[in-house]
């Protein structure tokens, strides 16, 4: 077993490298842009959010809560210390994202969980925005809320990604007759580094965002 984590973890090295350097770059690029086009991807963001919750999106009511928005101050009273229940919430969710990367990843020639990268890249940017743009939160007050737990959640969550192309590049060799580890193996070694890397880290990062995350962010308003 140990065997096999070894050697999936070599083995999805250089795409787990690739995966953090574009993540980073996306997100980067969309905290970035300014004016109308910021405008632009905080509406689509902001669309695609509510309609997966299964609301309808009411643009114009959007744009004018956008367009007459002022900034206001942080309260360190909505930044407390929250509960167990929060800590399930939150390591469920991101073990189910992980999960769905991965298992999206046995389609091949597709590269499905860029598309999921890329996505999460995006929002982690547009929380950036969103806060400039209804509140007076300055960038390390943007840092305090996704460091912390952030760093571990996202190594666990970028590792599933690329666990997930990993899956998806030898599915495509396999199909055009190049020579790849047998499936069976690669699934099993790709899940036993999801439940005994992947589950771990994300069980702490929960427990760092509902218990130690909030007080940092106290500590910078």
């Not at 083995?11 to 905290?31: E, G, H, N, P, Q």
């Not at 609301?55 to 210390?81: N, R």
Request: contains cysteine; charged residues 20%.
């Amino acid at each position: 077993m140990v065997k096999q984590i070894q050697q999936t973890l070599k083995d999805v090295k250089k795409i787990y490298l690739f995966a953090v350097t574009l993540f980073l770059l996306i997100t980067v690029l969309s905290s970035l842009v300014s004016g109308h086009h910021q405008e632009r991807l905080l509406y689509r963001y902001a669309k695609q959010v509510v309609e997966d919750e299964g609301i309808s999106f009411d643009e114009k009511s959007f744009e004018e809560t956008l367009k007459h928005a002022e900034k206001k101050p942080l309260d360190k009273k909505d930044y407390q210390i929250i509960g167990w229940e929060d800590v399930k919430e939150f390591f469920l969710k991101n073990s189910l994202i992980a999960l769905r990367t991965m298992a999206i990843g046995i389609i091949p020639f597709l590269f499905l969980p860029l598309v999921v990268l890329g996505f999460n890249a995006l929002a982690l940017g547009m929380v950036y925005i969103m806060l400039r743009s209804v509140s007076d939160a300055t960038f390390s007050v943007y840092l305090a809320m996704i460091l912390p737990h952030g760093i571990i959640e996202y190594a666990a969550v970028l590792l599933a990604f690329s666990l997930g192309l990993l899956l998806c590049l030898e599915g495509s060799k396999r199909i055009l007759g190049k020579e790849v580890l047998h499936f069976s193996e690669r699934s099993k070694g790709v899940l036993l580094v999801y439940v005994f890397i992947v589950l771990p880290l994300l069980a702490v990062s929960a427990v760092i965002e509902a218990y130690i995350t909030p007080l940092i962010i106290q500590s910078v308003i």
